[in-house]
Every structure is written in C-alpha cells, then in structure tokens.
C-alpha cells in the first residue's frame, strides 16, 4: 500500500536542510502570502515555490492524490468567494468594470476576476511549500531540531512517535473494516447515510481497543528504555544547522522584509 | 558466587485481585546462566519478569511480600529507569516496541534517553547492529522488516545500554518456527560473546531447547512447582502435570512406554542416548495403526491459477491453484509475506485478483460482494479484539444477522442455538468484558458460526496460546467440524496444529504453492519445510534415529495415536 504524502529520502540540498529552518521558512512564507495581495510579490513567490518543489524532486505519485483534493477545495473556494461576495473585487479596488451579465442584478467584473486571481494565486504559492516541507522532512530530524530550537522534547518526540504509529493503526482500520464487512456490516456507498453512521461503531471500538493496547505495550516499551528519565536527550538524527541553513532563513526574512515593503509601500495591501 | 537475582520468599498481589498472583516464590539466578521459565498462561510467569524489571510494583502496583535483590538492587526502589540499565526486557510484541523510525533510531533509542553524546551513540549503535546481525537493515523502516528482524533490533536496542541481564518475555510468540530457531541461536551467540546472564519467559519449551538452557523454572499457579535442569525435567512428569507441551519426541517416547531417564541426556533428539528405547519404539511403531481420514470427493472451493500484485511487477501470488473437499480441516502455511493473507483477502474478496478464478460449490463468486461472500465464507481474526463491538454476548453474536434484516424471533433462536454449539449459552447473558480469551475467541467464532457459512477461515487460531488454551480451540474446532461437516482453513504457523489437526497442508512460498500434501509429509521434508520457514518435526529425528522407516509413516502413526488418546478423553 502507497501512503500519501510522506517523508521520501533523496540527497538534495532541500532534504539536508533542518527540519526547523524548513518550518520556519513554511511559516514566513504563509505569512507574507496571507499579508500580500500584491500580485508582483505573489508571482515572484509562484515562481520560487515552483524552483524548489522542481529542486526537491518529488515526484508527482507523492501528491498527486493530495494535490487534486486541494485544487477541489480551492475550486470550491473561489466559487463560494463569488457566490456569497460577488463584489468583493470592487469593493477592495474601488472600481467597477462589469464584463458579463450573468443573471438579475449579478455581473462578473473585472475586479472581482482579479481579487480571486490573486487568491488563486496564493493557493499555488502555499500548496508547493506544504508538499515540499513534508516529503522532505524527516520526522525523526524534525523533532529533534524542534527539541534544540526549545521544545520540549516530550512534546517534540509526540510528533515522530504519532507518524511511526499511523501506518500501523492504519493497517489495523483496513484489517477491522475487512472482517466486519465479510460479517454484513456495510460500509460502502451502498449503506444509507444513517446506517453507514451507526456501522462505523462497529469499527471504531475494536479499533479504539486496538488502539489503547497498542500504547499499553508501547508506554511500557519507552518506559524499560529510559524514555522520560532525564530533563534533556540526545538525538540519533540530529543534524547540526549547516551555512545552507544559514542562507535559507537570511534569504526568507529578507524577502519577507522586501515583500512586505513592497506591499504596503502605498498604503494598501492591494494592487491594482 | 553471589545469585545476581535472588526471590526470597517473595508473594506479589496485583493491586485489583484478592488472591496474590505469586507466592513464596524462593528462586537464585547466578551470573552468566541462562533460566527458562516455564508455566501455563496467567500461572505467573510474566509477573515474575515485571518484577524483575521494576514494571511491578512501578507500573502495575500491587502489594509485595518478601525481598527481590537484583545485582544487589531492589527493583521496587530503583523504578524502572533504574533496572533499564541492568536489565534489557525484550518484549513479545515484535511491532509494538519498535519505537524508532528506523532501525537505527530504535537500537539508539536508550542512548538518546540518557543523553548520550552522537559521537558515542553511533560507535555504540553500531556495535550492537553487528552482535545481532542487523548492520544492513539500519535505514529500514519497520514495516520493510520481518517478525524476526524486528525482534533482533529490540535485542540490539537492550545491548547497547550493556546490561547485565537479558530477559525475554515470551520471544517466540510472534514467529515462525524458523525464524524461532534463529533467535534461540542469537541469544546463544550473544551470550558467547558478552557477559550476560539470560532469562527466558516461555511456554514453547521444544523450540528454546534447540539450544542448550541451564536450568528450567516450572512456575504452577504462582508458586514453583519444579526447578530442575532441562534432562531431568524430561524425564519427569512436571510438565503434562502443569499443562505444558512436552517436545514431541518425548511424547512419543512416553507413549511407547519407556521410561526416560535423565542421564541419557533427553534435552536435545540429535544427541540423546537413544539406544535403550530404540527397540521399545520400533515395537509400538508396528502395533500402531494408522488413522484414516474420511473426506468426501465433493468439491467446496476450488481457486483455480490465481496471481496477484499490489505494485505492477511484483507479483505476491504467481498463479496459486488448489481445491478444497467437503468437511476438510486444512492449514495454509508459509512465513510472513508468503501471501497467506493476500490470498485469503482475495477469497473473501476484500481485494481482487489480477486473473484467476475461485469456483464455491461449482459457481464462480466473482459478482458476489464481501458480505455476500461473507454468509458462506467466515473469516474469524487472529485477535478477537479486533471483532468484537458490542458490549454483549447476545448482540456480538447476532451482528451479523441484524444488520442482514434477519427477524429478531429468528435471530435469538439462531443466536441460542449458536451459543449452545459453543458452550456459550450459560454466559449468554454476560457483558463480553467478563470472558477469558479462549472464551472471547469462540464468541468470534460464533459470531461467524450463527450466519451458517460453508467454509469458516481462521487466522492463527491459536497464536499465543499455552498448551490448555490451544487444545480447548483446536478441540472445539475439530468437534465443529465433525459434528456440522464445516469445512476450516486455518492459516497458521504452529507446526503442532498442523500436525495434529489438519489433514493436509497448502505450502506457500514466494506467492506459489511448493506442496500440497499431509502435514506428515511436508514437516519430515526438509527442502519444503525450509522453503516454508517450518522446522522439521522431532519425530522425524527421532524416528531416524531409532532406525524407522519411513520416517514419515511414524509422523503419521503418531498423530493417528494421539487422535485416539484424545478421542477417548485421555489428554488435556
């Protein structure tokens, strides 16, 4: 079985870099992209997240499911922008240029086309960024840069513990849905919605059941390995920070910095 | 030379029970021996371990009487980060205690804990991959490992913290015979080559004694009942006392009706002094008659050149064809990744086959859906856990007819009936919460049972199971298959259910099917056994030795013999 969007080793210089220096870089990214309706700053983002997703090499397998339901989702998005603010372009531009009349008094403008541009934008910006940031992360790394960025490191271990168990309590949901499904219990479309409701019951409680023994065993397990004796722990994967760590946060806060002036160096974050 | 573990006089009550689960308990373990502990499932022994560990009275607390020492420690007030540094416990559950990522996470994963620097951490990692010969597998992720892999990299991750004491908490419960062999010889390299003293929990006594163990500690209902060494244990009768499989070759033994003495050395076939009880063998092995099975010509499932593969180009089944007769009893057999499951999946249609065809009674079952097949081909889980919704009896029993539309007046009186089949019908009211394993086990099986299926599948009926349980589910089994003409598969790993319960075995190996044959024959072949990850059988050691011929034929009288004894109430 395939599972979708997760940690692939390769050798580029995107998987060398820390776990923290890509979230960070994750982070300041979302932000000017949340901040920025500046469509010059949008496109040049575009193209960078473009660059390093190609730099990555990941391949379009790892997301491909993941990406459709993301463009779904966006595709919804833009469509209920229009439906519910039809005018939002014009409000934010102050202008009105009315292209197609489309039924009573709603026409497509111009503006509105562009502002949802914009927003599309931003998907396209953001999407790269989350794929890239995960199929090259190794979460085993991740947590240990978070542990020496200051996380606590039981906190910080929760995330590689919670992907090693995730296939495992995946495969005990496929073995569980299987059985009771031979017993009568259907969970396909062919169920109404009500019965579906009721029959997941029946695959939930041995899963939950499985599931609390799994971390019986696994608490046990840590525990006759010294998990939690100490306040601080050493990290097999531990990677120090390298120069290219160092230019990647210089390069993000710079150009967040550049970004941010260039968007409100007229008072708005629009651009028109 | 001072014990390095020492029980004196020591009774432990879990906090929740009234009755204390150990008792007097008055037991020396010396540097460098290696223990078996040996006792039927919930006679103590796993609490005797947890003791040993500080997990009792740290984690499971409870009420201790007595002292335990532990390299002059006491357990109970170093905790258990305390003893992880003397005592490595290396758990039953192959997947569970596999915490790391990778396998070199995981052997590290005590290292990190005590903070110990990388530098140190990877010499130390690495030298620990190579006692337990997993330098090749460190970037592996769990699911890239087999069973047995994944156990030695708990072994390797208890070695690198040099503990003075290995201790094993039912090790063999997850493998397969082979892969049980392996690890029995690892730890005896292990300990060969460092200094440890090696405690091994276990009820599969044939399979630890492949090599040699120093002393066995027979626990009975909490107290010991026998500490002797593995020759003169043999020769007793301690252990079909405290319902724990003997090794075939001394059941044999016994039924020809010699008596074993301890210093022909019975703790290994291949180097007992057989000669006084040759002769005595050779006799009973020509009184013996051979036990016949009646099978009819019927055929009820026929899968006819099936192949499989999740990922285009890696085949799991390379066209696997067979035909099951009406009311046989057979094993599906193979290690892990044979395709054992894929196939049974594809039977019950959970997933479908590339090509190939499966014929049910003549008619081909490819347009029935998974719960339409799911009425004539039950499949029962290797855990009940994994079955089991419904907080009672009644309604766990009858799911399967209700959300079918069955009328309630019809359900209950199937249900009645199911539960008397399966001597459930006195607990018929009681929350499932309340019942044993082995009774769970038959509220699953009944559960499959009340929808009339033609064929019942099972995985691993009895994994995990000590000798009582496992003869209380084979038994019930084998009477519902006699008794209702219900044809069983069984997937399955344990050679003794193969032998003794199936009337011929399907060996899957690399996705094709090596044999077809009875049990008899597959286990004294030495080529297919291997190939399937089995072990060849004692009593073919035995027989050879003693100068029978063919050895296969003494397999087959003996099963037949002890079918008799069984019949007739004789043994357990």
């Known amino acids: 079985m395939t599972r979708m969007i997760s940690y692939e080793a390769r050798d580029t210089w995107i998987h060398r870099l820390t776990g923290f220096t890509k979230l960070m870089f994750f982070i300041i990214w979302c932000i000017v992209s949340a901040l920025t309706f500046d469509t010059r700053v949008l496109v040049t983002m575009v193209a960078i997240s473009a660059v390093i997703f190609a730099m990555s090499r990941t391949e379009w397998k790892q997301i491909s499911a993941v990406f459709k339901l993301l463009m779904l989702f966006m595709t919804l998005n833009l469509f209920f922008i229009f439906v519910f603010a039809p005018y939002q372009g014009c409000e934010i531009y102050g202008t009105r240029t009315d292209i197609l009349h489309l039924f009573g008094d709603v026409y497509l403008t111009k503006e509105q086309l562009f502002y949802e541009f914009n927003v599309l934008l931003k998907y396209l910006n953001i999407a790269p960024a989350i794929f890239v940031f995960l199929v090259t992360t190794d979460p085993s790394e991740f947590a240990a840069s978070l542990n020496k960025a200051g996380v606590p490191y039981t906190f910080a271990y929760s995330f590689a513990i919670a992907l090693r168990y995730i296939p495992d309590v995946q495969d005990d949901f496929t073995r569980i849905r299987n059985a009771q499904e031979a017993r009568g219990i259907e969970m396909s479309s062919k169920a109404s919605l009500p019965a579906r409701i009721k029959n997941v019951a029946a695959i939930i409680f041995p899963l939950l059941f499985s599931t609390m023994d799994r971390i019986d065993v696994v608490s046990n397990a840590m525990e006759l390995r010294g998990f939690g004796k100490k306040n601080k722990r050493t990290w097999y994967s531990y990677r120090r920070p390298g120069k290219s760590d160092a230019a990647v946060m210089i390069f993000a806060v710079l150009f967040a910095v550049a970004a941010l002036v260039l968007t409100y160096y007229d008072g708005s974050r629009f651009l028109f | ?572």
Not at chain 2, 279 to 284: G, K, M, T, Y
Not at chain 2, 439 to 464: C, H, N, W, Y
Request: hydrophobic share 40%; charged share 25%.
């Open chain 2, 1 to 572: 030379m001072d014990p390095i573990i020492e029980f004196r006089d020591f009774s432990f009550k879990y906090k929740s029970q009234t009755e204390p689960t150990l008792t007097d308990i008055n037991l020396k373990i010396y540097p460098g021996e290696k223990v078996l502990i040996a006792g039927p499932s919930g006679s103590g022994k796993s609490t005797l371990a947890h003791c040993i560990n500080a997990l009792i009275p740290c984690s499971l607390p409870g009420e201790i009487q007595g002292s335990l020492t532990v390299d002059g420690m006491t357990p109970a007030a170093e905790g258990v980060f305390g003893m992880s540094k003397k005592v490595g416990t290396v758990l039953q559950d192959t997947d569970g205690q596999f915490i790391g990522l990778t396998v070199a996470e995981d052997i590290a994963f005590a290292l990190e804990n005590d903070a110990v620097s990388r530098e140190d951490m990877y010499a130390k990692v690495d030298e620990a991959a190579r006692l337990t010969d997993m330098t090749d597998y460190m970037k592996h992720s769990p699911n890239e490992l087999s069973g047995g892999q994944k156990q030695r990299v708990s072994m390797a991750g208890v070695l690198v913290d040099d503990v003075d004491i290995l201790l094993f908490d039912e090790p063999l419960a997850n493998l397969d015979p082979a892969t049980g062999k392996y690890t029995i010889s690892l730890i005896d390299d292990i300990m060969k080559r460092r200094d440890v003293t090696v405690v091994i929990i276990e009820h599969r006594l044939e399979d630890v004694l492949y090599k040699d163990v120093d002393r066995i500690v027979v626990i009975g209902e909490g107290r010991i009942v026998a500490d002797m060494t593995p020759d003169e244990l043999l020769a007793s009768d301690v252990l079909i006392r405290e319902g724990i499989r003997e090794p075939l070759y001394i059941t044999a033994l016994k039924h020809a009706g010699v008596e074993i003495k301890a210093e022909d050395r019975p703790q290994h076939v291949d180097t007992m002094n057989v000669l006084p009880y040759a002769e005595e063998l050779r006799s009973w092995f020509k009184s013996t008659g051979r036990d016949k099975a009646d099978v009819s010509d019927e055929k009820i499932l026929e899968v006819k050149d099936l192949r499989f593969s999740y990922i285009e180009g890696e085949s799991v089944l390379k066209g696997v064809s067979f035909d099951v007769r009406k009311g046989e009893m057979i094993s599906l057999v193979g290690q892990n990744g044979a395709g054992k499951s894929t196939l049974s999946s594809i039977i019950c249609g959970f997933i479908k086959p590339d090509s190939g065809s499966i014929l049910l009674s003549g008619r081909d079952i490819s347009p029935l859906s998974v719960s339409e097949r799911g009425e004539r081909i039950g499949l029962v889980m290797q855990s009940p856990g994994q079955m089991i919704s419904k907080p009672m009896i009644r309604e766990e029993v009858g799911l399967g007819l209700a959300v079918r539309g069955v009328p309630q007046a019809e359900i209950d009186s199937r249900v009645e009936e199911t539960l008397k089949i399966c001597g459930l019908y006195p607990y018929r009211n009681w929350p499932v919460g309340a019942l044993s394993f082995g009774q769970k086990k038959r509220v699953t099986i009944a559960s499959i049972l009340v929808m009339k299926p033609e064929i019942m599948i099972l995985d691993e009926p009895t994994a995990g199971q000590d000798y009582r349980r496992y003869t209380e589910i084979m038994e019930f089994l084998k009477r519902l298959n006699e008794d209702m003409g219900l044809t069983i598969i069984m997937i399955t790993h344990d050679m003794h259910l193969m032998l003794e319960y199936t009337d011929r075995a399907l060996v899957l190996t690399g996705g094709r099917l090596i044999a077809d044959a009875p049990p008899s024959e597959v286990l004294t072949d030495k080529a297919t056994s291997e190939a399937a990850y089995l072990k060849r059988t004692s009593l073919y050691d035995l027989a050879v030795r003693c100068g029978i011929e063919p050895p296969s034929e003494f397999v087959q009288r003996f099963i037949g013999y002890e079918r008799g004894l069984r019949q007739k109430g004789a043994m357990p």
